[in-house]
T-cell receptor, first 113, second 112 residues
């Protein structure tokens, strides 16, 4: 079965712009989580969605937002980009909320210049 | 405040020997721990997990040990293989929150 698909794979944006990243979970998976990976901070949890509702949120500013659609696909939006937002953004899906068996996508590499 | 710490950013091990990756945590509410492996240009893949009611879990060449009193867990890979070369992340969470807290990762290099 197809894995978790994230688009685009690479993105270059200018400071102050906004960006939308997309994640298609494994078919049948209803929970989608987003993580930011940077060299110094490792993997940091952004938020988790289940049944179109945000169930969990990490410690990121309000510029980071997300949503989930009825088909479980999820989007993540970052507004007013800052240089420090340059990172690999990873999406993970699981069957149900609270299921520990997350499968990660390959990520979207965002570079802010 | 880094609640999950992997103090060794890198580790080199000879093929066939044991690799030991360490992880320390500070939050005593964590009761479930996982290890993920990540190759370049790919997302992390789940490796092995352990609940706080156990002190050891084994899956083939991979064994995770949990020392709750020391708030320490370790991943043992025996024997190490060149294909094990990757970045390993440990993660912890509290049941009911389902919010993973990851460490910063340890890059393992297995030398042929």
């Amino acid at each position: 079965k197809a894995g978790v698909t994230q688009t685009p794979r690479y993105l270059i944006k200018t400071r102050g712009q906004q960006v939308t990243l997309s994640c298609s979970p494994i078919s049948g998976h209803r929970s989608v989580s987003w993580y930011q990976q940077t060299p110094g901070q490792g993997l940091q949890f952004l938020f988790e969605y289940f049944s179109e509702t945000q169930r969990n949120k990490g410690n990121f500013p309000g510029r980071f937002s997300g949503r989930q659609f009825s088909n479980s696909r999820s989007e993540m939006n970052v507004s007013t980009l800052e240089l420090g937002d340059s990172a690999l953004y990873l999406c993970a899906s699981s069957l149900e909320w609270g299921n520990y068996g997350y499968t990660f996508g390959s990520g979207t590499r965002l570079t802010v210049v | 405040d880094q609640q999950v710490k992997q103090n060794s950013p890198s580790l080199s091990v000879q093929e066939g020997r044991i690799s030991i990756l360490n992880c320390d945590y500070t939050n005593s509410m964590f009761d479930y721990f996982l290890w993920y492996k990540k190759y370049p240009a790919e997302g992390p893949t789940f490796l092995i997990s352990i609940s706080s009611i156990k002190d050891k879990n084994e899956d083939g060449r991979f064994t995770v040990f949990l020392n709750k009193s020391a708030k320490h867990l370790s991943l043992h890979i025996v024997p190490s293989q060149p294909g094990d070369s990757a970045v390993y992340f440990c993660a912890a969470l509290t049941s009911g929150t389902y919010k993973y807290i990851f460490g910063t990762g340890t890059r393992l290099k297995v030398l042929a």
